[in-house]
Every structure is written in C-alpha cells, then in structure tokens.
C-alpha cells in the first residue's frame, strides 16, 4: 500500500489522524496541542504594548535631538525590536518541544527578502498602490484587499510552503501557524524599515506606535494562513482549501487597515480632524488576540475531534 506512509517523513504509516497515516514519532507530534503557544501570543501582545509605552514615554521625556543618519538608524532599531521581542518569547516557552531556532529565523528572513524583492516593488512600483487607494472608500476597500492583501498574505505563505512545510521538521499542526507568524514578522519589519526610509527618518514616540500595529496585524493574519496550511499537511484536503484560507487572511488584512485608517483618523469620539494612533494599538491588540486565540482554538479541537473519530 505505497498510501501508508507517514506524511512528514516518509516511514511506514502505523496510525492514521484525518485520513493520513504517521509514523508513531510523528503520530504523537501531531496529537500535540501545545498549550504554551497561547500564553506567548498573549504574552507577545502584551510586551509589545509595553514596549510601545516605554518607547513613548522616553521620546517624551528625553525629547531625543536625533536627526539624519542618527534618527533613521534610531527608526531602523526600533523596527526590529517587534520581531526580536517575539523571537525571545518564543524561545522560552518553546524550550519544551523546541523547533529549530535556524528554521524559525530562515522563514523570517525569508519573509523579510519577499517583501522587500517582491511585496512592495509590486505595492508600490507596479500597482502605485498610493495614488489611488485612499481616493475613496470602495477603492480602499477593495485596493487594501485585493493588491495589498492579497500579495502580502500569498508571500508570507509562499515563505512557509516553499521552506519548511515539506520538510520532516512541520510535524505539528501549530508549526503552521509559528512559521507563518515568523514570514509575518519579517514582513513586517521590512514594511517598518521601509517607512523609516522612505521618511528620512520619523519621530521615534509616534512612529513606534505605527510599527507595533504592522507587526501585530502581519502576525495575525499570517497566523489564519498559518492555520489552514497545518491543516493541509496533516489532514486531505479539497483543492480549494489553501486559496479559502489565503482569501480569509487577506479580507481580514485589507478590512483591519480601512478600519484602522478610519479609528485612527477619527477616534472613537468622531470629533473632527483630530487624528490619534493609539486607537490603532488597541485595534491591533484586540485584533490580534481574537484572530491567534480562535486559531489556536480551532486547532486544539480539531486534534481533539481526530482522535477522537479516530
Ligand atoms: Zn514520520
């Protein structure tokens, strides 16, 4: 029966879950439901916060007299404090069932390299996204969802599915959503340093507000595209089911930015032309802690629903 093999690894098949067969390494990998992933999501977006409190506040305080190279190298720091913060979290708690850190930079890194060579050259360059998205609120809509959304979420998924998914080290149906939270990650902070850039610098206490809502937004979405590519891997799934979850992710993508441009613009109070960013933290946050919580949810039942058909 050359069907029943594992579907990680190759070996003869001993067990099935979701109509594949694993080795019995990799039948207790899959049953694994990680129950730390979601402290460290919770954790993340909380230290993220904080990050973003300190950052204000010492902005304000030390009124730091940066200009120039100083202030975009100052910028360009400061975005890669999200994904160093995450990477730290992540390594703490993923001392019990440790996927490889290098894997786990690589898909960052590799994220990073298709944002910057492939994301926002067909953003900016190809669809000059800027010119027309905000000229009214159908072209946001539509433009944030199907040219933004669409290439981001496709490229933080071809990070995953083109690496680490065929290979022996996606074993768990949660390494989807970690891998695809890592592309997110470095996409994310391509698209900061790019605005750091682009700006010749910006003020550090304002702009490090913006840089939190990108990473949280990238991570989460990336987490949906995450999901249903763990789910392709151990499960058979039909044809239309990785371009459902790509679709999921990138509605979800280019309604968060419209939504944000409109809080952050107006705030909750609509009083006029007052614009105020920390509306979009708490946009990101709450975001971020439904979108990863139902996921990792999901996952948790479905492992349980497999075995227990089984
Ligand atoms: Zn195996």
Known sequence: MPDQVCCVCGDPGV?????????????????RERPHTWRT??????????????????????????????LILAGVLLALVPAFIWLVFFYFQDRLEPEPKGYILGVFLLGAILA?????????????????????????????????GFIQEFLKYAAVRYSVYPSAEFDEAT?????????????????????V??????????????????????????????????RAKFEKKA???MPAGLTLAAVGNGL????????????????AA???????????????????????????RNIRTALAEK
């Open 116 to 148: 910057s060579a492939v994301g926002i050259p067909l953003v900016d360059n190809f669809f000059h996204v800027s010119n027309w998205i905000f000229t009214d609120t159908a072209a946001t809509i539509l433009g944030s969802i199907l040219v933004v």
């Open 197 to 230: 850039i682009a700006n010749g610098g910006v003020a550090l206490g304002s702009s490090v507000i913006r840089m939190v809502v990108v990473a949280l937004a990238q991570a989460s979405f990336a987490g949906i595209t995450g999901y249903f590519l763990g």
């Open 256 to 271: 968060f930015n419209w939504l944000r441009g409109i809080i952050v613009q107006r705030g909750i109070s609509l009083t």
């Open 175 to 195: 390494d989807g959503v970690i891998y695809a939270t890592a592309a997110g990650l470095g996409y994310a902070t391509v698209l900061n340093i790019q605005f």
């Open 41 to 70: 999501s919770i954790l993340l977006v909380v230290g993220l916060v904080v990050f973003v409190g300190i950052v204000y506040a010492l902005d304000l305080v030390l009124k730091p007299a940066l200009t120039g190279t100083g």
């Open 15 to 31: 067990s099935m879950i979701g109509r594949r067969w694993f080795c019995e390494k990799h039948f207790q990998s899959a049953k």
């Open 274 to 300: 007052s614009t105020n960013p920390w509306w979009g933290l708490v946009l990101a946050a709450v975001v971020a802690i439904i979108t990863l919580g139902m996921i990792l949810w999901l996952i948790r």
């Open 239 to 241: 044809w239309w089911w």
